[in-house]
Every structure is written in structure tokens, then in C-alpha cells.
């Protein structure tokens, strides 16, 4: 079946402008996952949702960070007034109802680049 | 805090001979354990899992690791590398909110 897909594949933006990320997760999966690559940090995490909502917003790097999901299925992070260390790839991930949370399948990821 | 531990930043072998990546997690009680594999521009697949049992855990692509609680490690394993695994390797625990914690990485290059 079709895996965790994620759009655009690459965005250029300029400081200051909003961008928005998306992931379609595996139809089914109800855990999903935002993570952050980046040379500087490596691997980070950044937001898990549960269904619909999301228990804890903690690791989101800033309140320029929001993420929402809607119907179960499809989730967008957003990011305000982008900086220059928001440059990174982001990595979108769901997880089966079936399986350990932990059993994340990922998807290619958003290449962002602000200039 | 909980962590993982990846000593080797970049490794070189030999394509046919065997391969070591070491891993360590820190903190608490035996956590869910992963390996994941990140090829230039993809994105990561997992290559094996531990959540119990077995401590020697097989994998895809002719990959094992091994479980040592006495060491805390998750020590990833291959008896002969191909050119085709020249790629990053990632470790990584299971976290408080069923998130992922991984490690910086070890990039392995393959010479012909």
C-alpha cells in the first residue's frame, strides 16, 4: 500500500513568510509524528498526535510552531515568520493502532530552506 | 534524561567485510529499541525492532543487532557489506509519548 507521503518535497521560502508542511499518514494509522533534521540537532521531536489531538505541544521549538490534524488522517505544520535555524528537513511519521507507538514509518520529508 | 548514544560519527569498511555499529541508550528500564537507515535525500526505513524476548534480533537487508542490558546496547550487525549500504545509520529508544529518540547518527562508506 502507499506509505507516509509528505508535500512539497523542497520549499524555499524568505524570512519572515509562513510556511505550511504536509503529511498524509497510512490510511489507518492513528499515531502520527513530526520530527526535525537538522545538522546542528540531529533528530529532534517535535509534536505526536493521537487521533485528532495532540497531548503535548512541548517539543515544538517555538510558538511560531503549530501543528493541527483534522478528520484523523491528514496533519500541517505551520510555521510563522520563518527564521534562518528553521532551515531543516521535516520528517512526518504514523504509527498502526495495533502496534507499540513506537512502530513509526516515515515519510520522504520536507526540505526547507529559508533565505 | 533519556538518550542515545552513537560513538562512531563515520565509519569506513571494506565492501565484503563485516560490519559493527554501536549504540547505547541511557535512563530507566529496558526501552523499545530501532534501527533505521537513511540513504543520501531519502527518508528513514526501519531496518529491525526490539520491544522483548530475544536479544538477538534479525532485520532486513542481512541486518541483526543484539540486546545487552548489562552494557546498555543495541549493537547493529552485518557479516559482509555491500556497496549498497553506504548510507546513515540511526539508532533510536522509544520515549515517554511513544516518540522516537535517536542518535546523532554514524555514516558508513563502503570502499570498493
Known amino acids: 500500500g502507499a506509505g507516509v507521503s509528505q508535500s512539497p518535497s523542497n520549499k524555499v521560502t524568505e524570512k519572515g513568510k509562513d510556511v505550511e508542511l504536509r503529511c498524509d499518514p497510512i490510511?489507518?494509522?492513528?499515531?502520527l509524528y513530526w520530527y526535525r533534521q537538522s545538522l546542528g540537532q540531529g533528530l529532534e521531536f517535535l509534536i505526536y498526535f493521537q487521533g485528532n489531538s495532540a497531548p503535548d505541544k512541548s517539543g515544538l521549538p517555538s510558538d511560531r510552531f503549530s501543528a493541527e490534524r483534522t478528520g484523523g488522517s491528514v496533519s500541517t505544520l505551520t510555521i510563522q515568520r520563518t527564521q534562518q535555524e528553521d532551515s531543516a528537513v521535516y520528517l512526518c511519521?504514523?504509527?498502526?493502532?495495533?502496534?507499540?507507538?513506537?512502530?513509526?514509518?516515515f515519510g520522504p520529508g520536507t526540505r526547507l530552506l529559508v533565505l | 534524561a533519556q538518550s542515545v548514544t552513537q560513538p562512531d560519527i563515520h565509519i569506513t569498511v571494506s565492501e565484503g567485510a563485516s560490519l559493527e555499529l554501536r549504540c547505547n541508550y541511557s535512563?530507566?528500564?529496558?526501552?523499545?529499541l530501532f534501527w533505521y537507515v537513511q540513504s543520501p535525500g531519502q527518508g528513514l526505513q526501519l531496518l529491525l525492532k526490539y520491544f522483548s524476548g530475544d536479544t538477538l534480533v534479525q532485520g532486513i537487508k542481512g541486518f541483526e543487532a543484539e540486546f545487552k542490558r548489562s552494557q546498555s546496547s543495541f549493537n547493529l550487525r552485518k557479516p559482509s557489506v555491500h556497496w549498497s549500504d553506504a548510507a546513515e545509520y540511526f539508532c533510536a529508544r522509544g520515549g515517554s509519548q511513544g516518540n522516537l529518540i535517536f542518535g546523532k547518527g554514524t555514516k558508513l562508506s563502503v570502499k570498493p
Open positions: 490510511s489507518g494509522h492513528t499515531a
Open positions: 511519521a504514523s504509527s498502526p493502532p495495533q502496534a507499540p507507538r513506537e512502530t513509526q514509518y
Open positions: 535512563y530507566g528500564a529496558t526501552p523499545y
